[in-house]
């Protein structure tokens, strides 16, 4: 059905009226954009950041989110099942197909999100949740409150149209930016172009990763209602941002268009200087019997501390955070023991910081210098586990502990 208005004329008791009937949606969303520091939310670029318009399949990020939370919490993992209604078969495209009364496991959910933006999908993991898809979004517009996004309203899992499902670029930011600080060991997810599923393959639709040099994620979406929609991640040296767009006219207007404005904030990103890393809680270590020790207290060399000693314990790799200790302190042991066979001196550590007033518990692995990070981080990514540079603010709290 196109998606016009139209005049009809209309004749009651010998009196001519002129009836106009227009569309409930509009033609094409009001435009809108933002680039963000994804470290810090520095705002590099902004139009019409607050206005409100309709997410599309941006959605999915926030349906994605309470999912990861769930397996992070351990109320479910990877492997859990979760069962496929009648309802959610008969969602429109783009869709998996799936058969009612089947199963799928949240992993594939996750794939199937974020690579088809299944919309099938998106109401398993709806029912899943709050057994009906309404009160799911009752669930994610609540989130949203608690992540900050203060515009947003969600009315259904998926991004289908709806009169009463808006949200603005600059919410949408924060969702992304959240998504990555959050759940760090499920961002890889984000970068992924297909999967097969039931001996099927499924490919995505988000072709700005591979057009944009250092684009990683995320979501692609669109409505007619909306648009061409997009949150994007890019990190180019020590710099990550977070560009979203609404209402592009096209996918390729809207990829070129991000392109640009994202070209512009590692300019000024450059520029501006990179602030100096935060104060952190103490740092924690893991020990050989799985106690938390403060980061540099086995460390006790005689005499004068060994400058290269010094420069290979300030770098590290952060392969995920957690919200129970016991899990971040299995993950980092595990990960340590896979980077231990290249560098011998690499050791897990917990690293417990508190978040939007959330407990987490980061899963690190030190003993680096800066050029064996990344070749580390690739070798995690490839296991698959995310992987963020720890920068060397922890060197003083080695230097603290060898000194005199």
Known sequence: MRNIGFLR?????????????????????????????????????EVNADTRNYPASLTKMMTLYILFEAIEQGDMNLKSKMKVSARASRQPSSKMWLDPGSYMTAEDAILGLVVRSANDVAVVVAEHFGKTERTFAKQMTKKAKELGMTRTNFRNASGLPNRGQLSTARDMAILAQRLMNDFPQFYSYFARTKFTYAGKTFRGHNKFMSRYAGADGLKTGYIRASGYNLAASAKRDDTRLIGVVFGGKSAKQRDRHLATLMDKGFVEAAEYGRPPYPARKPLMMVEADGSLVPAGITIKPRGKPDPEILRAEAWGIQIGAYSISDIAQQKANEAAAVVKKMYAAAFGRIEPVIVSGKQLYRAQIMGLTEADTRKACQLMERAPHQCLIVAPEFASAVRASTSG
């Open 9 to 45: 004329g209309l004749k009651i008791a010998g009196t001519a009226f002129l009836l106009i009937i227009t569309s409930a949606w509009p033609i094409m969303a009001k435009y809108a954009s933002v680039v963000i520091d994804a470290e810090t939310g520095r705002v590099y670029h």
